[in-house]
């Protein structure tokens, strides 16, 4: 079992010791490693070079240079929904099953929230195009059995080493990739510091992208590119469930509480208490939006509160 590990995106928080964490991770297995970063480390627009020049990087990339909001189809499907419901007096008869019981304030509020956010979502497609530069450049996927996408601003959990050849082995054998993730759900400190591990299928078209373990030749570069050029590439999760799932009809499975990102916000404190106030008002779609828009990191700034 020959496996690749790519690091790619920005060198963010202490970038130094996840990749001194990956790497005794994986020194028990055959793993070759490799190291690639934007040469603008402050977004595509900037003419501030990287300050991170080091021996151990493989190569440097420039950015894509066609760039398009990935998020703009979903934006425009809820606009184009928004719109049809409201010529037809938001009619009943004509919601989705799930919206049937629901007041027309609420699914107005929920439909508001999806478009807001989602505008946010903009150029979440450079990850995916990232990871494709590196396995297009040095991985054969003749020569590998499995690749291994890794950011460089993750907390790597200890114990994480001692299940890694269980979770390449099931890669390897069944085709589907694992996703590792950690979601602080109910933002607690206990569960900040010590997330309880779970493995489970993703039945959303989601892939998580912590770190993704995935076949070596289930993995196509060039469909990256194409779907990219076609401004088709969505962002995020979503991207990496349509180049590494949906190709296959496969689902991904998805690992929680072995890695999780160091830092998301300049201000955590802020960014809780600011979906904290939304969480309050009680609506089902607002609280949901509360506990899954970035959750993973907030609960460093909280005393144990829970929502159900």
């Known amino acids: 079992m020959k496996i690749a590990v790519c690091f790619s995106g920005l060198f963010r928080d202490n970038y130094q010791e996840c990749i001194e964490k990956i790497n005794w991770v994986f020194s028990d297995l055959d793993a070759d490693f490799f190291y690639a970063t934007w040469k603008q480390q402050y977004g595509p627009d900037s003419t501030e070079l990287s300050p991170v020049r080091k021996s151990f990087i ?13 998020a703009m189809g979903d934006v425009n499907h809820h606009i184009k929904a928004w719109r049809y419901y409201e010529k037809n007096n938001w009619d009943h008869s004509l919601l989705p099953t799930r919206m049937k019981n629901r007041s027309i304030e609420s699914i107005k509020k929920e439909m508001l929230i999806n478009i807001t956010t989602t505008r946010r979502r903009s150029l979440q497609n450079f990850q995916h195009y990232a990871h494709a530069l590196v396995v297009d450049d040095f991985v054969d996927p003749n020569k590998y059995d499995l690749i291994v996408r890794v950011r460089y601003d993750l907390f790597v959990y200890s114990d994480l080493k001692y299940h890694i050849k ?12 694992y996703g590792f993730y950690t979601f602080n759900d109910y933002n607690t400190m206990d569960e900040f510091l010590n997330p309880t591990r779970t493995v489970t299928q993703c039945i959303s078209l989601d892939c998580h992208d912590f770190m993704i373990i995935h076949r070596a ?27 590494l799932c949906e190709p296959y009809k496969i689902f991904a499975g998805k690992v929680n509480g072995f890695v999780r990102m160091c830092r998301q916000h300049s ?4 960014v809780f208490k600011k979906y904290e106030e939304v969480a309050k008002k009680g609506l089902a779609a607002e609280t949901r ?18 929502t159900e």
């Open 58 to 70: 493989t190569k440097y990339y420039d950015y894509p240079k066609r760039r398009y909001h990935s």
């Open 166 to 177: 269980d979770f390449c082995e099931q890669v390897l054998e069944y085709g589907a990739p």
């Open 217 to 243: 030749d289930m993995f196509d570069p060039k469909l990256v590119y194409n779907f990219y050029d076609r401004k088709i590439l969505r962002p995020a999760e979503s991207g990496w469930y349509q180049v």
């Open 267 to 270: 201000d955590q404190n802020q």
């Open 289 to 306: 939006f509360f506990k899954h828009n970035n959750p993973e990191t907030m609960g460093v700034v909280v005393d144990d509160l829970r």
